[in-house]
């Protein structure tokens, strides 16, 4: 994704965070998709399904696998919002199932770019659920060391996102 779209896609969410005048963590993934007049429906699927997103007779409906755990939860929707947001036309075509999609994780497909959707709405999450200003304010004035667990899960926390996703947008944006 170029340096362009990432600056869309953060000014967008920015844009939809003012909105809902949401200034601190946890951002309230579920108030954003309603606000955006999507219906949620949360119903146990295959494991492998994490989330869907169309919009049927205009209205957008977005699934999510209610078996995974809450904060797997909480990053499905949002990546399903940014389908929404990013990719409307395209949904609006036909359902957009999410199986598997490596929730922040780099593989040969999202490093290679093939899959240009899938990196802008994980990208579109983690900006959403982690906003690097609310990540630096968390941080001011500490020095912060990625490698520790204690202080790496303590943040996931407070953002409620997995540590796993709060490591590696830390990583993406401080180091």
Do not use: W
């Amino acid at each position: 994704m170029n340096t362009k779209r990432r600056s869309a896609i953060q000014k967008r969410v920015k844009e939809l965070r003012d909105e809902q005048g949401i200034m601190a963590a946890p951002v309230p993934v579920e108030r954003i998709a309603k606000g955006l007049e999507a219906q949620l429906r949360f119903s146990p699927l295959d494991d492998e399904l994490s989330g869907m997103v169309y919009v049927k007779d205009g209205t957008p409906i977005i699934g999510v696998n209610a078996l995974h755990h809450p904060n797997r939860q909480r990053f499905t929707l949002a990546h399903e919002v940014g389908h929404l947001v990013l990719h409307r036309a395209e949904i609006t075509k036909q359902i957009h199932v999410d199986k598997g999609f490596p929730m922040l994780m780099r593989d040969s497909v999202s490093s290679a770019g093939i899959d240009e959707m899938e990196i802008e709405a994980n990208f579109f999450a983690a900006e959403l659920l982690m906003p690097e200003e609310f990540l630096a304010r968390s941080l001011q004035g500490q020095s912060f060391d990625i490698d520790d667990e204690g202080a790496v899960s303590a943040l996931a926390k407070e953002y409620k996102v997995s540590t796993a996703a709060m490591r590696f947008r830390l990583g993406n944006l401080f180091a």
